[in-house]
């Protein structure tokens, strides 16, 4: 478990980083490559330790899982993908939400805290609530940021059909990654 704790500390405390004016200042002293460089490093870091981490826990009942919880992870999860890809490409979904990474990530957190009950798993999921809203907040209290630039409908039917073609392999290969099949 102390792995998998150190894990979700550097990769959540350098995600953090952007939302504060450290950035600004490790920018000026390392250079945008070198900050970006180690940024990356660190992230990856801080993965690699949650995914071992996680895999060396023990399973640790926390509490039972909601009767409706599974379904609610498979319905909410296709809304989920969506956003987490509308944020990395041109689409027109984020005039809606500002935040589609974000929010993405509080859908699939909140979608498989009421789906699992173990200690490791509620630490993970409730982990990517916690921070997402608090970058919310951090993000928002900078100000409204920029509007997004209108582009053609056909992004969004693209960013919708790139999320629920991910969404699918996800829902299929989710035993071989993560351990549990939802077949």
């Keep these: 478990m102390t792995l998998f704790v150190i894990g979700i500390i550097l990769f959540f405390g350098v995600h953090f980083v952007p939302s504060m004016p450290l950035k600004s200042i490790m920018v000026n002293r390392l250079g945008e490559m070198r900050f970006k460089g ?7 870091l801080g993965l690699g330790l949650i995914i071992y981490g ?4 023990k399973f640790q009942p926390l509490f039972d899982p ?8 498979i319905f909410t999860m296709p809304i989920a ?12 979904l984020k005039t809606l939400v500002r935040h589609p990474m974000l929010g993405g990530l509080i859908l699939w957190g909140l979608s498989h805290l009421v789906a699992n009950g173990d200690l490791a798993s509620t630490i993970l999921f409730a982990s990517f609530v916690v921070f997402s809203i ?3 907040l951090l993000v928002n209290a900078r100000g409204p ?6 582009v053609s409908k056909l992004w969004d039917l693209g960013t919708i059909a790139i999320g629920l073609a991910l969404y699918v392999l996800l829902f299929q290969f989710h035993g071989v990654f993560a351990g549990i099949p939802l077949k």
């Design 145 to 150: 940021g920029v509007a997004p630039t209108p």
């Design 54 to 57: 996680f895999s060396l826990t």
């Design 134 to 136: 608090i970058n919310i």
């Design 81 to 92: 993908v969506i956003l987490i890809c509308a944020a990395q490409m041109p689409n027109n």
């Design 66 to 73: 909601l009767s409706w919880g599974r379904n609610a992870a």
């Design 38 to 44: 180690l940024f990356s490093l660190i992230s990856a």
